[in-house]
């Protein structure tokens, strides 16, 4: 059975927490066979991770492990390495995380895994980028948020930068991580060759910020953080309704702006020299905030929606996970999908696969609650055809 666009492709993940293994992820979401690699005795810190606790178990890596098998190999040992070769010899992409310098001092860089396989591709994620004068340094998502700039546009003037309440940057790091593996398979199609994709958390954070940088080069804008709002898009920004919570109306498009004027019982809003176009709404949001949340301020949140909907503006609640979860739209689109967890007995929801494809959808085959080394026998003794006895030796070495 067809699992996704990338059924076929075996890719080998190294490395531990989020951005690199949610690279992997995103692979096995599509398909791809993901083989997650953890040391013997050491399993990766994030099959503890997630704020819910049930019987001890942990939820983070229900959803982050998905689609995943889980061997033990010890990277460090030569029989580790060699096994690990092997692997390689008969993989598309290896998946790693490390700081710049660990594969090589294992003696496990590009240009040996190469000689084995030429059209390996070696995805690395890293906190600065495999080059550069930062290249040697350890990152994680909180300082690559920072030192990019995107943690600096957080929050509200006159406060201080909070950071967001998940690790952004790592999940960023792990898409482009992921892009790449897609580009450098596309045009091993053409040349047969790989190649390395390096994927940096502090670069990845800088590729979302839309025009900061030109904004900055041309006119010596620094762009800081702007509340509940962007900075002249408008009017774009959440209105507190008559039951006291909160939503979301965005009609800084021109068009959009006229329909909302109408919906609101003020078209000659419209055609007010203060808000009539983009430039002139940016240079006069507090006053159209005003005139919106003072509308918006005597209706139920269900009828600002409702009407907006209704006359063509975008407008939305601002949901908690509570009503995420039974949200009918991400529903219809299987976008809350159930993971089934063996180690509790049942199954937990988690996100769905994203994108979804026409015709060769990814799907979620297994959830992620394996128990370290949980595949090593078909992955070593079938894959690679290693003997139990040999198995058995490796396990006592300390191996896997």
Same mark, same amino acid.
């Given at each position: 059975?067809?699992? @996704?666009?990338?059924?076929?492709?075996?890719?080998?993940?190294? @490395?531990?927490?989020?951005?690199?293994?949610?690279?992997?992820?995103?692979?096995?979401?599509?398909?791809?066979?993901?083989?997650?690699?953890?040391? #013997?005795?050491?399993?990766?810190?994030?099959?503890? &991770?997630?704020?819910?606790?049930?019987?001890?178990?942990?939820?983070?890596?229900?959803?982050?492990a998905?689609?995943?098998?889980?061997?033990?190999?010890?990277?460090?040992? %030569?029989?580790?390495?060699?096994?690990? +070769?092997?692997?390689?010899? /008969?993989?598309?992409?290896?998946?790693?995380?490390?700081?710049?310098?660990?594969?090589?001092?294992w003696?496990?860089?590009?240009?040996?895994?190469?000689?084995?396989?030429?059209?390996?591709?070696?995805?690395?994620?890293?906190?600065?980028?495999?080059?550069? %004068?930062?290249?040697?340094?350890?990152?994680?998502?909180?300082?690559?948020?920072?030192?990019?700039?995107?943690?600096?546009?957080?929050?509200?003037?006159?406060? %201080?930068?909070?950071?967001?309440? +998940?690790?952004?940057?790592?999940? +960023?790091?792990?898409?482009?991580?992921?892009?790449? =593996?897609?580009?450098?398979?596309? /045009?091993?199609?053409?040349?047969?060759?790989?190649?390395?994709?390096? =994927?940096?958390?502090?670069?990845?954070? +800088?590729?979302?910020?839309?025009s900061?940088? #030109?904004d900055?080069?041309v006119?010596?804008?620094?762009?800081?953080?702007?509340?509940?709002?962007?900075?002249?898009?408008a009017?774009?920004?959440?209105? #507190?309704?008559?039951?006291?919570?909160?939503?979301?109306?965005?009609?800084n498009?021109?068009?959009?702006?006229?329909?909302?004027?109408?919906?609101?019982?003020?078209? *000659?809003?419209?055609? !007010?020299?203060?808000?009539?176009?983009?430039?002139?709404?940016?240079?006069?949001?507090?006053?159209? !905030?005003?005139?919106?949340?003072? &509308?918006?301020?005597?209706?139920?949140?269900?009828?600002?929606?409702?009407?907006?909907?209704?006359?063509?503006?975008?407008?939305?609640?601002?949901?908690?996970?509570?009503?995420?979860?039974?949200?009918?739209?991400?529903?219809?689109?299987?976008?809350?999908?159930?993971? &089934?967890?063996?180690?509790?007995?049942?199954?937990?929801?988690?996100?769905g696969?994203?994108?979804?494809?026409? *015709?060769?959808?990814?799907?979620?085959?297994?959830?992620?609650?394996?128990?370290?080394?949980?595949?090593?026998? *078909?992955v070593?003794?079938?894959?690679?055809?290693?003997s139990?006895? *040999?198995? !058995?030796?490796?396990?006592?070495?300390?191996?896997?």
């Open positions: 059975m067809t699992t @996704g666009p990338l059924d076929g492709i075996r890719v080998i993940e190294v @490395g531990t927490l989020i951005s690199g293994p949610f690279a992997g992820r995103l692979l096995g979401d599509m398909g791809a066979d993901v083989v997650k690699i953890e040391p #013997p005795g050491s399993p990766d810190p994030l099959r503890t &991770w997630g704020q819910a606790e049930v019987d001890g178990h942990h939820f983070f890596w229900t959803v982050h998905r689609n995943k098998k889980a061997v033990t190999l010890d990277l460090r040992e %030569p029989k580790g390495r060699a096994l690990f +070769l092997d692997l390689v010899e /008969r993989s598309d992409v290896i998946v790693e995380n490390f700081r710049p310098g660990t594969l090589e001092k003696d496990l860089g590009y240009d040996v895994l190469r000689e084995r396989n030429r059209g390996i591709i070696l995805v690395r994620v890293s906190g600065y980028g495999q080059t550069g %004068p930062d290249s040697h340094k350890a990152g994680y998502a909180s300082v690559a948020e920072a030192a990019s700039g995107l943690r600096h546009m957080n929050g509200f003037p006159g406060g %201080p930068p909070p950071r967001l309440a +998940l690790s952004l940057g790592d999940s +960023l790091a792990g898409m482009f991580a992921a892009q790449g =593996a897609l580009a450098a398979l596309y /045009r091993r199609t053409v040349t047969g060759e790989g190649q390395v994709v390096d =994927a940096a958390l502090t670069e990845s954070c +800088l590729a979302v910020q839309e900061t940088i #030109p900055y080069d006119g010596g804008v620094v762009r800081g953080p702007s509340g509940t709002r962007l900075e002249g898009i009017p774009s920004n959440i209105y #507190p309704t008559a039951d006291g919570s909160w939503v979301v109306i965005a009609a498009q021109d068009t959009v702006f006229r329909r909302l004027c109408s919906a609101m019982g003020r078209p *000659e809003l419209a055609t !007010d020299a203060r808000f009539a176009d983009h430039i002139s709404r940016g240079r006069n949001q507090d006053a159209i !905030d005003e005139i919106i949340g003072a &509308w918006a301020a005597e209706r139920q949140p269900a009828d600002v929606i409702a009407t907006l909907s209704d006359a063509g503006v975008i407008s939305g609640p601002i949901n908690t996970v509570a009503e995420v979860v039974t949200d009918p739209q991400l529903l219809s689109r299987g976008m809350i999908a159930d993971h &089934w967890d063996e180690r509790i007995g049942r199954n937990v929801k988690g996100p696969v994203v994108p979804v494809l026409s *015709e060769s959808p990814g799907t979620i085959r297994h959830g992620g609650s394996l128990a370290p080394g949980q595949h090593n026998d *078909e070593y003794g079938e894959l690679l055809g290693r139990a006895d *040999e198995l !058995d030796q490796l396990r006592a070495e300390g191996i896997l």
